[in-house]
């Protein structure tokens, strides 16, 4: 009797339990115009002062999703060109001593991602009309099955 209770138990507690990779909620930027979904696991934080975009960290209060706008302009108010830019962030991220596995180039679009102090990171750009809108994913290798399982989502997501 006592047996067949706690086999009843851990059948109920198994079929109850959420999976949480599979809940997001949707942060939609005004300033910049774009949206992401995200996993209700990570917490965001308050959206930034000047309105660009938010960060969203896990329990431990880690940084583990950035998202943002920018002007596709350089610091003399010049246009940048998704090559460049493309160009820059691959030059960016060497000088971080990050390790690229994978790089696309598209029309509108380009995806980086690799290794990073020891940690993950998969980054996305799309360009708008006059800006440029990055999400950026990092997080601990140990955790590559639970953001691995929400990273497409996110990004797919991301327009």
């Known amino acids: 009797m006592k047996l067949l ?3 009843s138990l851990l059948f109920t507690t198994n079929f109850q ?6 809940d997001f909620e949707t942060y939609c930027n005004a300033r910049f115009g774009y949206c992401i979904d995200y996993p209700t696991f990570l917490i965001p934080n308050p959206e930034s002062e000047n309105g660009d975009g938010r960060v969203f960290v896990n329990k431990e209060g880690t940084k583990v999703l950035t998202v943002y706008g920018r002007l596709n302009q350089d610091v003399d ?9 493309y160009t820059l ?7 971080s001593k990050a390790k690229i596995t994978y790089q696309k180039l598209g029309k509108n679009f380009y995806v980086l991602s690799g290794e990073k102090n020891n940690r993950i990171f998969y980054q996305k750009m799309i ?5 440029y809108c990055y999400s950026i994913l990092e997080y601990n290798k140990l955790a590559k099955d639970v953001y691995g399982a929400v ?8 327009n």
């Open 5 to 7: 209770l706690f086999v």
């Open 17 to 22: 339990r959420r999976d949480l990779t599979k």
């Open 77 to 85: 108010g010049n246009p940048v060109s998704l090559k460049r830019q």
């Open 89 to 95: 962030d691959i030059e960016n991220l060497a000088l």
């Open 127 to 131: 360009a708008k009309k006059n800006s």
């Open 151 to 158: 990273s497409v989502t996110i990004f797919k997501s991301f």
